[in-house]
């Protein structure tokens, strides 16, 4: 196995795809997390390949699983955090020798797709191309080609409120919701006939009724 087919050295290209990223992007408190697996799921590959009518030898390369962050998130119940997934073996099988813009399109592609962009318009943004293409970028180039820095933030804008919300400490959920409650002193050695109260917020997830006080984490 080659340094750039180890899993360690993969991981650490991800890791650097992701940096690459627009700093207003990386920043956003519900960005979902990026995992990287060796193989996509049988069963999600399959279904995906009827969907979309692919054939067999066609490879999933990588995956937004969540909701896309212009959906309206209070009308959803999430089952599992949002995660972007990055599948080693396909990448690996397709890539044309240049592995690290290989492995960024695929990580800009999927938060596209985590932005709200549908294919169409991640293919409009530059971040659709075959690895063929990009077999002739480069070796280091740090944008993929017909796409700037700024195309993608533009996509936060219709959503600016969803960036306040917080995740669930418990299941890493977004639907969270919150409210301010008056709590009595709990410091030691506090006067319980003391009126002082103090003001907290108490926050409860949606998805799996898990409650905490700002204090707990945020």
């Not at 399959?46 to 212009?70: D, Q, V």
Request: hydrophobic share 35%.
């Amino acid at each position: 196995m080659t340094e750039e087919a180890s899993a360690d050295r993969f991981a650490q290209i991800v890791e650097w795809a992701y940096s690459t990223l627009p700093e207003e992007i990386r920043n956003l408190p519900d960005f979902p997390g990026i995992q990287v697996a060796d193989e996509p799921p049988s069963d999600v590959l399959a279904r995906i390949r009827k969907e979309r009518n692919w054939s067999r030898e066609k490879e999933l390369l990588g995956l937004y699983s969540g909701l896309h962050r212009n959906q309206p998130q209070h009308f959803y119940s999430r089952m599992a955090p949002d995660l972007i997934f990055v599948f080693r073996g396909p990448i690996l099988r397709c890539s044309r020798g240049n592995l690290p813009a290989e492995v960024k399109q695929v990580v800009w592609h999927e938060v596209a797709h985590w932005l709200g962009h549908n294919e169409a318009e991640v293919k409009e943004l530059g971040l659709s191309r075959a690895f063929d293409d990009i077999a002739h970028d480069p070796p280091e180039t740090q944008t993929p080609a017909a796409v700037s820095r700024e195309g993608l933030p533009d996509a936060i804008a219709p959503d600016a409120e969803t960036s306040q919300h917080l995740r669930c400490i418990k299941c890493y959920s977004s639907d969270v919701t919150c409210r301010e409650v008056d709590k009595p002193p709990s410091y030691l050695g506090a006067n319980p006939f003391d009126p002082t109260v103090l003001h907290a917020k108490r926050c409860q997830c949606n998805s799996c009724g898990h409650e905490w006080d700002d204090e707990d984490g945020y």
